[in-house]
């Protein structure tokens, strides 16, 4: 195997002023309640607040400012139903450039909608005849089109990164940081943050019980593939890590951990309630793993990164109120 290249802190700094002025510093927000419950101070970095509802913007921007000329012509394509390709959509628009996004036949019409209205080309694939790579990588040959991967790219983790940099810069160092962990694109990055800024602090990405690929994988020393998984968390149905994620995650990672639907669900309700904001289940993993490490996090300082707020209203209501 050749050794990957992996990107540093540098390279998340370089996207953070690559970001700046296109992002949303998100807020850092706490809950009294909560601090209580656990015996502990609780930081959230809220990317539900992002601009398109999730920290993909910030890969997704950094990964398209870095294109030459010629490769801002040709445009990007991704392929994605969820927020990456609402990143990617949106990122595009803002660089003036086009964007091809490649989604299943039964993607969400609200989601091909949301896509389209970011003025990119929906390209709909069948996902039980065809191989959504595959399409990916022939339009991106095809016609000289740049494909950018959800998580395994440099560019897209070192973007991810910037939200981690962002807390440490407004709370001061941590002792534990919690990240959701899907195919490893914002934990790796956020790996890269920590150990520049916050060398001592624990960092443990978060991963839905039913797909824990990500923790055989840290266990084993080696990465494991599985079924795509059912869960709710729709943002970490990944079979399988990365190249350079894995590179950095099994280097600066202090373990992971699993949360099961079950719980995902008392942490959305948690903070609707208590903390007004609509979380999608996804970017509610790191706190469930805070509620049930909560004995191992009595007066300590701890982070946890919200990713994401994209669900239906409805389906959030359903899920609340089953
Ligand atoms: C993509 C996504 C994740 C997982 O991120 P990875 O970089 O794939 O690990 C977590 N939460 C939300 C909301 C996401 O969209």
Do not use: W
């Not at 990588?137 to 070192?158: C, F, M, N």
């Amino acid at each position: 195997m050749t050794t990957l290249n992996l990107p540093t802190f540098a390279d998340v700094e370089a996207a953070a002023a690559r970001l700046a002025g296109f992002a949303n510093r998100t807020p850092v927000n706490t809950s009294r309640t909560l601090d209580e419950i656990i015996g502990a101070e609780v930081f959230f970095k809220c990317e539900n607040f992002q601009r398109m509802g999730a920290f993909k913007f910030r890969g997704a921007f950094n990964s398209l400012s870095k294109f030459s000329p010629k490769q801002r012509r040709a445009g990007v394509v991704a392929f994605s139903s969820g927020n990456h390709a609402q990143g990617i959509a949106l990122s595009a628009k803002l660089l003036g450039m086009p964007a091809t996004i490649v989604m299943p036949h039964d993607a969400p019409a609200a989601k091909v909608a949301a896509t389209k209205g970011y003025g990119a080309t929906v390209a709909i694939y069948d996902r039980y005849k065809e191989d959504r790579e595959a399409i990916g990588h022939r339009l991106a040959s095809e016609q000289g089109i740049t494909l950018i991967p959800p998580y395994d790219h440099p560019d897209v983790l070192a973007g991810q990164g910037t939200a981690a940099k962002e807390l440490f810069e407004e709370v001061g160092p941590l002792d534990v940081l919690f990240a959701p962990l899907g195919g490893g694109g914002l934990l790796s990055g956020t790996a890269l943050t920590t150990r520049a800024l916050a060398p001592q602090c624990k960092l443990y990405g978060v991963e839905p019980e039913a797909g824990n690929d990500g923790q055989q994988s840290f266990r084993r020393g080696e990465i494991v593939h599985i079924e795509t998984p059912k869960t709710i968390a729709d943002g970490a149905q990944t079979q399988h890590l990365g190249d350079y994620t894995f590179g950095i995650i099994r280097r600066d990672v202090d373990d992971i951990f699993t949360a099961t639907d079950a719980e995902l669900v008392e942490a959305m309700k948690f903070f609707a309630s208590r903390m007004k904001m609509i979380v999608e289940p996804t970017g509610c993993l790191g706190l469930a793993a805070a509620l049930k490490m909560k004995e191992t996090l009595k007066g300590k300082r701890v982070g946890v990164i919200i990713s994401g707020g994209n669900i239906d209203l409805e389906r959030f209501c359903s899920l609340v109120s089953a």
